[in-house]
């Protein structure tokens, strides 16, 4: 493994991923997401899809569970639990989905359904009643579609939870607790269908201690955060996620 590691560190992209990583890490730390759509895209153009899912999975699922506990005295549980039953049903179609579908497709399919959130969202719109337990089921079992098959879980749970009217603080424990569970649905899945390799393995192990440190400076500046900003962050991160994954992009970045 320790071959590996040291092929990892050399690899030509390596100074890109980690970078990446370190934004990835620090805004994961202050706002409770965010990691999936810095570090995705970016890794999934530099390697590919498969496996920027599985370096997700090594550098922010593992590496951010001391911060379950304190979080989950805050989140509310009831919302998290529908969230998460949701998401285990549908994490195999998106596992499934991710090794079959064209990528290009999928990367259209969930940047215009993301921009169309976002733009609803950012028009002031929010919930008129506290959504119900199907509700809630669905967009946990979207939320663990799009995580499984593209790596970025965030935006159908942070535009359900931003809709609401709950504080920043709540918020991200939500989200914390919410994407602990749904990266280890997504690990037992991937080990399962093959795709977690000692090559994977190692490019995470390289980037694991750029990400940690990062997280933790980013976690310390949370208390900064005010709730407009902290909203602001949300759908900015949303549309990041949405127009860089746009195909459209990839004929203007090879002229």
Do not use: K
Not at 65 to 93: H, K, N, Q
Not at 104 to 117: A, G, H, M, Q
């Amino acid at each position: 493994m320790s071959d590996l590691i040291w092929q990892a560190l050399s690899a030509e992209v390596f100074p890109v991923l980690a970078l990446a990583a370190v934004v990835a890490g620090m805004v994961r730390g202050f706002s409770g997401f965010g990691s999936a759509m810095i570090l995705v895209p970016i890794a999934s153009a530099l390697t590919d899809p498969q496996t920027a899912v599985v370096l997700l999975i090594f550098t922010d699922t593992l590496l951010t569970l001391p911060m379950v506990i304190p979080a989950g005295r805050r989140c509310l549980w009831r919302e998290i639990l529908p969230l998460a039953a949701g998401a285990l049903c549908t994490v195999p179609l998106g596992v499934h989905l991710l090794l079959v579908l064209d990528q290009t497709l999928l990367r259209w399919i969930i940047s215009l359904l993301i921009l169309v959130l976002v733009g609803l969202l950012a028009s002031g719109w929010r919930w008129s009643r506290p959504p119900s337990l199907l509700r809630t089921g669905l967009v946990g079992g979207a939320s663990g579609l799009t995580g499984s098959m593209a790596g970025i879980a965030g935006p159908p749970v942070i535009l359900f939870w931003m809709a609401g009217h709950g504080g920043p603080a709540t918020i991200r424990s939500n989200i914390i607790v919410f994407f602990a569970l749904t990266g280890m649905f997504n690990l037992i899945a991937y080990i399962l269908n093959g795709l977690v390799t000692q090559e994977r393995i190692a490019m995470g192990i390289a980037l694991a201690p750029l990400y940690a440190v990062a997280l933790l400076l980013g976690a310390r500046a949370f208390r900064l955060a005010t709730p407009s900003f902290f909203r602001a962050l949300a759908f900015g991160l949303c549309a990041f996620a949405a127009t860089s994954g746009l195909p459209l992009l990839d004929g203007l970045t090879a002229h």
